[in-house]
């Protein structure tokens, strides 16, 4: 058994979408300075590394993240290289022929080689899915979708991919670490933060394969 985490570091200097709460961790007891115990504080944005998004992001009145089924989170999941790609379309998933009955979707970009070559400037021109790329994923009944950047949506048409995806209950799975990852099939296990009445929430995601 071979596993892959798929999670990106959280630290103060970590890539963070334009006008976030930057990532802090205060040590507020230490033992180095005699005290009992190591104790720290962490402050960050839900949006924050890899991370899910619950309808309420972009659905009025839509299920908060603790609303999720985690059977929809954990599971076979397929992986698939678009490596040239700059968005991904409905022409594009119609071609690389994705298996049918998919249920968890993870796309690997160029997105990947970001987090590869230790990149921390925002990059506004991310690979992230159209319009009718997220159509397409609602008519083929994928219930996640894995990216390998901050947005499932581009940032100059953040609001209809989102719409479109949210509504129809699928749910976006961001910030996902690819560079590792071979494409094939795994079991993905991706366990957000048991946040209550909020968006979304932070996340550890891994893969699974048998060697």
């Known amino acids: 058994m071979k596993i ?37 504080t962490l402050t960050l944005g839900i949006h924050t590394g890899t991370h899910l998004d619950a309808p309420l992001h972009f659905v009025r009145k839509g299920n908060a993240i603790e609303a999720l089924e985690l059977s929809s989170l954990c599971g076979p999941a397929l992986v698939y290289h678009a490596l040239d790609a700059d968005l991904l379309t409905a022409d594009l998933f119609e071609k690389l022929n994705i298996s049918s009955g998919t249920e968890r979707l993870l796309i690997r970009t160029h997105n990947s080689s ?49 719409e479109i995806l949210l509504n129809a209950g699928i749910i976006p799975l961001e910030g996902l670490d690819l560079s590792q990852v071979d494409s094939g099939l795994y079991m993905l296990y991706c366990l957000p933060l048991k946040l209550v009445g909020v968006e979304g929430a932070p996340a550890r995601a891994i893969l699974i394969t048998n060697d």
């Open 114 to 162: 970001l987090w590869r070559n230790g990149i921390t400037e925002f990059n506004p021109d991310y690979v992230a899915v159209s319009a009718d790329g997220a159509q397409w994923l609602v008519d083929h009944k994928i219930k996640v979708i894995g990216v390998d950047y901050l947005s499932v949506a581009p940032f100059n048409d953040l609001v209809t991919p989102h």
């Open 4 to 40: 892959y985490d798929i999670s990106l570091p959280v630290h103060p200097d970590m890539v963070i979408w334009p006008d976030s709460q930057n990532v802090s961790v205060q040590r507020v007891s230490d033992q180095e300075n005699g005290d009992t115990a190591t104790v720290s």
